[in-house]
């Protein structure tokens, strides 16, 4: 198994230009990869490091899953629909507590 500092040294070399320092960093590199969408790195970036993983692990899941026309399409709409669901659950746990 190779340390993080390893995977992003070698991402580093074949993208040079893009500084890795963190591991969100590298997550959402990956994630607008896989996605076939990496005109908008940053945005992946920035939902790797202020989402949930498990949200975004999840809509990843299900666009895997699918065979769709817009990869980056489906993740989004899949990501928007997960967050309606946690809301609601929060929701109504908060509402049992009181």
């Known amino acids: 198994m190779q340390s993080i500092g390893d995977v992003i040294a070698k991402i580093q070399e074949k ?13 959402g590199y990956r994630l607008a990869t896989w996605l076939e969408d990496t005109k908008r790195i940053s945005l992946y970036m920035k939902l790797a490091k202020t ?5 975004l692990q999840n809509a990843w899941d299900f666009v895997k899953e699918s065979k769709p026309r817009s990869k980056s399409r489906l993740f989004m709409w899949k990501l928007t629909q997960l967050r309606k669901e946690k809301t609601k659950k929060e929701q109504a746990n908060n509402q049992k507590c009181s």
């Open 51 to 55: 989402e949930d993983r498990v949200l």
């Open 15 to 27: 993208n040079s230009g893009k500084y890795m320092k963190y591991e969100w960093q590298l997550y």
